[in-house]
């Protein structure tokens, strides 16, 4: 048995790379037939998907279904009462149906013991085949919390479309080390020594604010580090510090910079990072001026300057104090 298969069966999200002529699939479902009157909700693009097909075609047809959205009332109110006698264990749906109220509350209802989300490459917007309705799957982890998600991958595409994935289900998964890219030197890149790292006081004696008077100080952003150093959000140290939010933004970078941290993690959302990841990647740079144009207003200057200080952070193999 796979490792990944092994997750699934302990309770675990995983990420599997697999083709419409793999045995993975039949695999799980014989493994989750010991486990009867237990419920696997399956994402599916639409219901011509080769896991509907094998799954109507095997033994378990009598114990599967699926939803669509020409069902009539009728037919869907049957499907309900199955569902709540413990008669269904494979339910298809497509992934507009999360955006419906009454279909999320009666899946919190009754509590899946699987998620399994097929195409799964398709939630990536820089995907090739990427589904628009996937989007809606961005709320998956917060409508089901508790249940574990299966994300099948048709066509792989390597490390970043297997970690694009983990951050759009927010999967409890560990993503790939993909290789990110070595800044490119210039003739006119002067090498400076790293800067002295700041001197964080240790967390028992970290204000709730800070003075006004001390921003007099010289270096005055450095009395944000502390605050980074807890992870505050930058709304609490602009009001703790009294300044905007640019000058917060330009204080972060610098704290990132100096502590040498890797991850942009929790000022950033993982979808952000990746896209800029991969754009540095794509392009071979990590100058903003550059990155900025390519991703749009999706994503702004500010939040494409932390990334970047952290990008450049590894691909120096500068040893984090931070994370």
């Known amino acids: 048995m796979s490792r990944e298969l092994s997750s699934v069966i302990a ?38 998907h080769h896991l509907v097909q094998a799954s109507e075609a095997a033994d378990i047809a009598k114990r599967s279904t699926r939803i669509v959205p020409d069902m009539a009332d009728d037919d869907r109110r049957v499907v309900a009462e199955r569902l709540r006698a413990g008669e269904i264990e494979y339910l298809f749906v497509s992934p507009e149906r999360f955006l419906q109220k009454k279909f999320v509350q009666f899946m919190q209802s009754l509590a899946p013991s699987q998620v399994v989300v097929a195409s799964a490459q398709r939630c990536n917007l820089d995907a090739s085949d990427c589904l628009e309705d996937y989007a809606t799957l961005r709320s998956l982890r917060a409508l089901l919390p508790d249940a574990p998600i299966l994300a099948l991958l048709d066509e792989p595409q390597g490390g970043v479309a297997y970690n694009a994935v983990i951050a759009t289900l927010s999967l409890r998964v560990k993503p790939l080390d993909v290789p990110l890219p070595q800044e490119k030197a210039t003739a006119t890149t002067v090498k ?31 009395l944000a580090f502390p605050y980074f150093e807890r992870e505050e959000a930058l709304s609490m140290v602009a009001e703790a510090l009294d300044r905007d939010s640019e000058w917060c933004g330009t204080a972060l970078e610098r704290y990132i910079e100096e502590s040498g941290r890797t991850t942009p993690f929790p000022w950033i959302d993982r979808p952000t990072y990746l896209m800029v990841a991969m754009v540095a990647g794509q392009a071979e740079t990590l100058n903003p001026a550059i990155i900025g144009p390519i991703v749009g207003k999706k994503v702004s200057q500010v939040e494409i300057r932390l990334i970047v200080s952290t990008l ?12």
């Open 312 to 323: 450049r952070n590894r691909s120096t193999g500068r040893p984090a104090h931070g994370k």
């Open 192 to 222: 400076t020594a790293a800067p002295t790292p700041a001197v964080v006081p240790p967390l028992a004696t970290l204000p709730p604010n800070v003075p006004k008077v001390i921003l007099a100080a010289d270096d005055p952003m450095r």
């Open 11 to 48: 309770g675990t999200d995983a990420v599997v790379d697999t083709t419409p002529r793999a045995q993975q699939w039949p695999e799980l479902v014989h493994l989750h037939g010991t486990q009867a009157g237990h419920l696997w909700l399956i994402v599916v693009p639409d219901m011509t």
